[in-house]
């Protein structure tokens, strides 16, 4: 049986809504750095479910079944029609989102993300054995905590801050919530559909991304007819690791496309 959910989000801002889906192990916080956006949009975050405060059913998932999530968070909010970006896990979603209801979506915004699960194989490899073995949720932390560590934002003391503190909000994982929905995506594989788009697209990659190497960008860009691309000098994770050039990117094709 289906187990549908009421999405925890995050909301601010008036004007048009520009709804932003966090990665994998993040949460509607995870876009701190882009609530300028507030200045012009209603922003909304959302938290996955199995992440954040959103609930954590252990049930199996996929990615039309959290794209159905979000439409359910639209029509509670009474919103027809929304720009969507994903970054990531999220751009997956966001990707599904796109297919499963393109009446509801005004333009897309897709970053650091892929069309196919072959992309993050290795990485998702890696995880999926971790969130089923012993001590689950420290495991996860201490990967997650060693990327973000080792990165040139820690390096700041604004940017060591945010660390911190997502680190904090991955005290209320559940391992076993998260394995469904990571094991759900499994099967996600929508490049012969990319066609089907055809809303105002922008596609963001990151150059040295390792998770979701940058080809995986480019074919959905190839696809996705009229879209715009843009490569920012960054690890996976443009819109944390490199706000200003992400921030930029995004505002300059919302403008080209009327807003």
Not at 152 to 168: D, R, V, Y
Not at 184 to 192: A, L, P, Q, S
Request: charge should be negative; proline fraction near 6%.
């Amino acid at each position: 049986m289906i187990e549908t959910v009421d999405l925890h989000y995050y909301t601010m801002g008036q004007g048009f809504p520009l709804v932003m889906i966090h990665g994998w192990c993040s949460d509607g916080l995870g876009f701190t750095l882009q609530t300028s956006f507030a200045y012009k949009y209603q922003l909304i975050f959302p938290d996955l479910r199995g992440h954040g405060k959103s609930p954590k059913p252990h049930m199996p998932s996929n990615a039309s079944l959290l794209a159905s999530d979000v439409n359910r968070l639209l029509e509670k909010l009474d919103i027809k029609k929304a720009i969507l970006c994903g970054g990531s896990f999220g751009g997956m979603v966001a990707l599904q989102f796109a297919l499963d209801y393109p009446q509801k979506v005004e333009a897309l915004i897709l970053s650091d993300t892929t069309s196919t699960f072959a992309a993050s194989t290795q990485f998702m490899g890696m995880v999926i054995p971790m969130l089923s073995g012993p001590n689950a949720a420290e495991m996860v932390k201490g990967m997650i905590s060693s990327l973000a560590l080792g990165g040139e934002m820690a390096k700041s003391p604004f940017g060591a801050m945010l660390i911190e503190a997502s680190l904090e909000r991955l005290d209320n994982l559940d391992p076993g919530s998260l394995l469904e929905v990571t094991k759900g995506m499994k099967d996600f594989e929508v490049t012969h559909r990319l066609s089907e788009i055809k809303v105002p697209t922008l596609i963001i990659a990151a150059k040295k991304d390792m998770v979701v190497p940058p080809q995986f960008s480019e074919e959905m860009h190839r696809r996705i007819a009229g879209s715009e691309y843009v490569v920012i000098d960054s690890d996976h994770g443009t819109p944390y690791f490199r706000p200003d050039e992400w921030n930029r990117a995004v505002r300059n094709f919302l403008k080209k496309i009327g807003h």
